[in-house]
């Protein structure tokens, strides 16, 4: 069992910048696959960044030169700075982590971007 929870979501302007962490327990994290998803009200939920317990990095376009996914495998967390924020980055945010075929996800944290 792998337990996840949010820290770092607000309010900011656009063009802010703000860094989400998710803390993990419950397993050894090093060897998670860690996941952002993030799901804005009626739309569905969106894969915007993950990171392999190598390092090797995904992001989704829409995001990609602003946000920066990373990890730190002694602190059992992984964070996701978002920089040049956009209204549209608007959305709750959710870690999530994959273990041997077994997903675990966070509550979510809000971003709100205003313009």
């Known amino acids: 069992q792998v337990q996840l929870v949010e820290f770092g979501g607000g309010l900011v302007q656009a063009g802010g910048s703000l860094r989400l962490s998710c803390a993990a327990s419950?397993?050894?994290?090093?060897?998670?696959?860690m996941q952002w998803y993030r799901q804005a009200p009626g739309k569905q939920r969106e894969l915007v960044a993950s990171?392999?317990?190598?390092?090797?990095?995904f992001y989704q376009d829409s995001v990609k030169g602003r946000f920066t996914i990373s990890r730190d495998n002694t602190k059992n967390t992984a964070y996701l700075q978002m920089n040049g924020l956009k209204p549209e980055d608007t959305a709750v945010y959710y870690c999530?982590?994959?273990?041997?075929?077994?997903?675990?996800w966070g509550q979510g944290t809000q971003v709100t971007v205003s313009s």
């Open positions: 419950g397993s050894p994290f090093s060897i998670n696959v």
């Open positions: 990171i392999t317990p190598g390092g090797s990095t």
């Open positions: 999530k982590a994959l273990r041997s075929g077994a997903e675990y």
